[in-house]
């Protein structure tokens, strides 16, 4: 079991090293650097810079030496809280995206916990009614769930939302409260808002989800371990649910390992189409204004924390397999 | 096969069909006989002759596309509250998931079968199954339904018992696994047991313990077991009675003694034959069956044994299904040979009263 | 596996084989309780397989495969739907009726005009002309339908030239007007913010949308498979590292990382270096599924019994890879291209709706949905939200035909 986390805990680390590379290569990867830009951006509101203005600021930022000193330097910094300087904002990186941040993972955990509170019961439903019109009908919404691309998603449930409801469903925030401080009505607030990003973002993970419970469950139900219960005299409803349901989350549990990087990456786009104060925006203008210490650092802190919560997975798979907690 | 008694379980003309997509598969198909109190019923036959599915269709434990068609299975249960009285119950027409069912499955017909790797959910422990099939039938808390599974575990030979309750099964050897799925079985002291190759996945060493096991627990307690495989030396070994199967039919029924010295049907004789003996010389090819089992979507007409029979009598055999003939001893046969005339058999009369679906 | 038989099996057509398997009786040791008798044992006789299992039995991988997938129904449609798709990308400029690229102020967002089949009970396909007027209190251009000015629409008519599979130059277009220009008078589906014609556009879209796809699994799928085989042939820390490399674009938020990747293609670049930049970039980060088939595969065939009988018989490495092992991945390789390119058809369709993609002038599904970013623009303009509909089905018919292939890919088992 010890071994288990250790081997998982290891791999974590190198994935977060190697996604920390990558986040510093994309900051290093538009041509010319941060400087070029800034003083682009200075001579643009009419400020002149000198060349040896030019070199001080590069001396300053480091950006004369190699790829590997640069990514030495810039991960000291991070590891010490200081992810760098917005140019586009004049605002430490921290302070722009801390609350987003933490609404990007508010936003992913809800739509994970709707994926598997619509997938679980239809998932098993599909799988013991395996043919009937309602298996068929949860596979054909699954296939359609899969297909669409959860911006377009994103449009159209604003589409309906507004030519039927006459809402505006997007952000996460009433008017009145998107400027305040924390407090429990804003807490509420919060919360009434998050079904409908949840369910945009949730239903591919959704029909993915349903149909692997649907295919781990049919396996499963052909197993001996299913007549032997039978045969006990458990009546159908309680051996499904003890046995085969049971077995069948197993591999469900270690999905959502690969369900979060999904949703994440899911939400940056959606939150853009449905305006939510979550990091997606906030990457796409970065990006656009080439606002580079911003872009990596969200680039890292999304990667870190999907790998955080994959981590966490797996620990709940450690949890609930006793297969794997007897190992070793 | 006489016995005063009137017998545990009978079976009547058994029909269990699978309506499959690609067409109708006669699993079993008119299969009839009796299982007596304290003794062992064997059936063999090859693999697919509906063996499993004839067992399954007692405890009503068909799968889909599977669905019993006709016949009877009569259960003569006694009553738990001590007077002689013995109820008559038509498992044929019990609900499907009802009471009734659930309350024989498990506490009148134990099932012990072949894969002891995966007859067990592999994330309980094997005590959690054993206490469960405890509790189902029996109002025991959960203190003193752990004691009962100690015991049975005693019973059937685990050594360390307490312990083995709270192990998983992959930690567990296949034969531990297989007297702990016997256990299970036994756990509330079913009336009958079916043990559907209990011991084909098992080691030969392994085997042998628990085919004695078996015989052990059927003496202590008197059940009744019916004992399905494909291995006639285990036959031997522990039937009373036998049945042959082929295709979903009883090719042939008697004692052990009356099977192995005075086999009828060509079927048996052919199995008998594909034993090998020590006393036969060496280096002489032992015989086998010709042929192969039909595919079950298309079976032969007349009597389905005919294109791999040695004694296959054209116009006879391929046109028209044998009857089933009983010998003064009781003996059951269902061939030919042994029907007055059969070669001359009239065309018209025989294709009259029969069809292929009998 | 006693009686398993009996439980249906996987085939609904007759010439296919049941499992092959399933008709074999388990190997039966003898028990130690008599020392003489043995199992039930069965010799088959090959020559009683009946003539269409011969007809398997000589099959190649291909027409196996090729039975099996016709008979699923909702692959064969999906593979009918995206044929039709790709006959677009060849006569894009044949179903165009306007130059994408043709823009006019006085015709911006023009709703889709509604087409009329029959004209006094005679055939007679015609549109009404468009007047426009700006509406007083909102200053929009407002757009009113002209019973009185009716556009007949012709077909294989003349419009403006370009040359048919690139090099056969020609002006004929499916639809044409009779006596008007057509570029100023006929919006099927409407107009853009600049007066673009939104069908014109959506035909040029589909051939960029659905070729970069393609051009982006090729690249994958060279990666994949030279990252899977070389893994999977030789195990060991080549293995390893490559099993690591996997992990970790599967495990970090693929989207955000097109993005900063995207972003960093420049500006100035032409159509056709954007074009193959942002193609590599969803290469680069969609080959792991292609090379966890392969590698899944190779690692499988690699313990086969037939793989061991053909060393054993003397083949040589090369042979054993080229004549035993290629064709088995290859059909794999097959269903999960199939699989893999609807995904890359959003990874572009995505980054160029965020601006990120390919930028205009390029047209691309995903650059005709930028138009219909925010809210106003799908409420007061809905049309301009119809280049979704392309991307949906054709994911759901890739989806539905990779599904088909994959189950072909298996001949003997699902």
């Known amino acids: ?328 | 096969m006489s016995t005063e008694e009137a017998p545990l379980l009978s079976v009547k003309d058994l029909q269990t069909h699978f309506f499959t997509d690609e067409g109708l598969v006669r699993a079993v198909d008119g299969v009839t006989f009796d299982i007596h109190r304290g003794k062992t019923l064997g059936v063999v036959g090859e693999s697919g002759c509906g063996k499993s599915v004839t067992a399954r269709s007692l405890m009503r434990i068909i799968d889909r596309p599977g669905k019993i068609v006709g016949g009877s299975i009569m259960l003569r249960k006694p009553r738990n509250d001590g007077s002689n009285q013995i109820d008559e119950i038509e498992i044929g027409e019990l609900t499907d998931d009802g009471r009734e069912i659930r309350s024989i499955r498990g506490e009148s017909i134990g099932l012990v079968f072949q894969e002891p790797m995966t007859s067990f959910s592999p994330v309980h422990t094997i005590g959690n199954q054993i206490i469960e099939a405890i509790q189902l039938h029996r109002p025991l808390d959960d203190r003193a339904a752990r004691n009962r599974a100690t015991e049975l575990l005693t019973m059937v030979g685990v050594s360390r018992p307490e312990e083995r309750l709270d192990e998983l099964p992959f930690q567990m050897s296949g034969g531990l696994r297989q007297r702990a799925m016997i256990a299970m079985a036994l756990a509330c002291e079913p009336d009958l047991l079916i043990a559907d190759e209990p011991t084909t996945a098992l080691d030969v060493t392994t085997q042998s313990q628990i085919l004695e096991l078996l015989q052990d627990l059927q003496e202590e307690n008197g059940m009744a077991v019916m004992l399905i495989t494909h291995n006639l030396g285990v036959i031997a070994e522990m039937a009373d009675d036998v049945v042959v199967m082929y295709l979903g039919q009883v090719a042939e029924k008697g004692t052990v003694d009356e099977i192995f010295y005075a086999p009828k049907h060509p079927y048996t004789k052919a199995l008998l034959q594909s034993i090998p003996n020590i006393y036969q010389p060496s280096r002489v090819e032992l015989p086998t069956i010709s042929g192969s089992i039909p595919h079950p979507y298309n079976r032969p007409a007349g009597c389905p044994f005919h294109p791999r029979c040695p004694e296959f009598m054209p116009g006879t055999c391929d046109v028209h299904v044998p009857e089933t003939l009983v010998s003064p001893t009781g003996q059951h046969v269902r061939c030919f040979l042994y029907t007055e005339g059969a070669v001359r058999i009239d065309r018209e009369e025989a294709t009259a009263g029969k069809d292929a679906s009998q | 596996m006693a009686d398993q038989e009996y439980k249906p099996s996987h085939s609904p057509d007759p010439t296919e084989p049941a499992d092959p398997d399933a008709a074999r009786p388990p190997a039966t040791p003898g028990t130690g309780a008599d020392r003489t008798s043995d199992a039930v044992e069965t010799v088959y006789d090959a020559s009683t397989g009946a003539a269409a299992e011969d007809r398997v039995a000589v099959a190649s991988q291909f027409q196996l495969m090729w039975w099996r997938f016709r008979r699923h129904r909702l692959a064969m449609f999906g593979g009918i739907v995206i044929l039709l798709f790709y006959s677009v990308v060849v006569f894009a400029d044949f179903l165009a009726y306007a130059s994408p690229q043709a823009s006019e102020a006085e015709r911006s967002l023009m709703p889709p005009q509604r087409v009329y089949l029959f004209d006094d009970g005679s055939f007679s396909p015609h549109v009404f002309g468009l007047d426009s007027r700006r509406n007083p209190q909102t200053f929009q251009r407002e757009y009113f339908a002209n019973p009185d000015d009716k556009i007949e629409l012709s077909f294989f008519a003349e419009g403006f030239e370009y040359n048919l599979f690139g090099f056969i130059p020609t002006n004929r277009h499916l639809i044409g007007t009779k006596d008007r220009e057509i570029g100023e008078s006929v919006f099927l589906l409407g107009t853009d913010v600049q007066g673009r014609d939104m069908w014109s556009r959506l035909m040029y879209a589909t051939r960029i949308s659905l070729t970069i796809g393609l051009v982006a699994v090729i690249v994958s799928i060279a990666l994949g498979v030279v990252m899977g085989g070389l893994s999977g042939f030789y195990g060991g820390w080549v293995d390893m590292v490559v099993q690591r490399m996997m992990e970790l674009l599967y495990s970090i938020p693929t989207i955000p990382l097109w993005m900063g990747l995207a972003a960093a293609v420049p500006d100035h670049w032409s159509i056709l270096r954007i074009y193959f930049a942002i193609t590599v970039i969803i290469a680069l980060i969609g080959w792991t599924e292609l090379a966890r088939v392969v590698r899944g595969r190779l690692l499988a065939l690699r313990e086969e019994d037939f793989v061991m009988a053909a060393n054993l018989a003397g083949a040589s490495q090369f042979r054993v890879i080229f004549v035993h092992l290629v064709p088995l991945v290859l059909s794999h390789i097959i269903a999960a291209v199939s699989l893999a390119l609807p995904a890359m058809i959003v990874a572009e369709t995505s980054l160029s709706f965020l601006g990120l993609g390919l930028r205009p002038p390029a047209v691309s599904w995903g650059v005709l949905l930028q138009g219909a970013q925010n809210i106003q623009a799908v409420a007061l303009t809905p049309w301009l939200l119809l280049p979704a509909i392309p991307v949906i089905v054709v994911i759901l018919a890739f989806s539905f035909l990779g599904d088909g292939l994959r189950d072909a890919a298996d001949p003997y088992g699902m």
């Open chain 1, 1 to 328: 079991m010890l071994g288990y986390i250790i081997r998982r805990a290891l791999f974590s680390l190198v994935t977060i090293f190697l996604v920390s590379i990558l986040s510093f290569a994309i900051i290093q990867l538009p041509p010319g650097d941060y400087v070029d830009s800034y003083i682009a951006q200075l001579q643009a509101s009419g400020t002149p810079v000198s060349t040896s203005e030019a070199e001080n600021l590069r001396a300053r930022y480091g950006l004369d030496e190699p790829f590997a000193v640069q990514y030495g330097l810039w991960m000291r910094q991070v590891l010490r809280g200081n992810l760098g300087t917005s140019m586009q904002w004049q605002r430490p990186v921290r302070e722009v995206i801390g609350d987003r941040l933490a609404l990007t993972m508010v936003v992913s955990v809800a739509a994970l916990v709707f994926t598997w509170m619509i997938a679980l019961p239809i998932g098993i439903f599909s799988a013991v009614r395996q043919y009937s019109v309602a298996d068929y009908i949860a596979t054909t919404i699954g296939f359609m769930g899969l297909a669409v691309p959860n911006f377009l998603f994103a449009l159209v449930v604003m589409y309906i939302g507004w030519s039927v409801f006459g809402l505006n469903v997007g952000g996460l925030f009433s008017a009145e409260y998107e400027l305040q401080g924390w407090s429990f009505g804003k807490f509420l607030n919060l919360l009434s808002h998050l079904p409908v990003p949840a369910i945009v973002l949730g239903t591919a993970a959704t029909a993915q989800g349903i149909r692997v419970l649907r295919n781990n469950l049919l396996d499963e139900l052909r197993k001996p371990y299913v007549v032997t219960a039978r045969a006990k005299g458990l009546s159908e409803t309680r051996l499904i649910l003890k046995y085969p349901v049971r077995v069948a989350l197993n591999p469900l549990a270690s999905t959502i390992g690969y369900m979060l990087p999904f949703i994440v990456s899911g939400s940056v786009i959606v939150s853009i189409v449905l305006s939510l104060p979550t990091v997606g925006p906030v990457l796409l203008t970065s990006l656009q204004s080439q606002d580079m210490f911003l872009a990596g650092a969200i680039v890292l802190l999304l990667g870190v924390m999907t790998i955080i919560g994959t981590f966490l997975s797996d620990m709940l798979l450690l949890l609930i397999d006793p297969r794997i907690r007897m190992e070793d």
